[in-house]
Nanobody, 114 residues
Framework: QVQLVESGGGLVQPGGSLRLSCAAS????????MGWYRQAPGKQRELVAT???????NYADSVKGRFTISRDNAKTTVNLQMNSLKPEDTAVYYC????????WGQGTQVTVSS
């Protein structure tokens, strides 16, 4: 039905920046909420940030002031600008979108290491 394709992951030093993007395609009527989750090895998946079709945003406390989530004009692409990255940000980042159900991307690796 809906496919999510992520890009932008990679290796960066502490204090550096990365921008993740997620493009939705397929049978799309309206994606009410899009967002990003992450999962580090041995840890549970956690919410990073979400954005609604109306532009309302929500961030995990651990990323407030450092990460910024946004959507394109068509509301089918979600971006995550990550600044001042820390080693604890290292994880697989997953794109998420919802209309009447939830959709997940394949995940993209973000590694923050000196």
């Amino acid at each position: 039905q809906v496919q999510l394709v992520e890009s932008g992951g990679g290796l960066v030093q502490p204090g550096g920046s990365l921008r993740l993007s997620c493009a939705a395609s397929g049978s799309i009527f309206r994606l009410d909420v899009m967002g990003w989750y992450r999962q580090a090895p041995g840890k549970q998946r956690e919410l990073v940030a979400t954005i609604t079709s109306g532009g309302s945003t929500n961030y995990a406390d651990s990323v407030k002031g450092r990460f910024t989530i946004s959507r394109d004009n068509a509301k089918t692409t979600v971006n995550l600008q990550m600044n001042s990255l820390k080693p604890e940000d290292t994880a697989v980042y997953y794109c998420n979108a919802m209309d009447w159900r939830a959709y997940w991307g394949q995940g993209t690796q973000v590694t923050v290491s000196s």
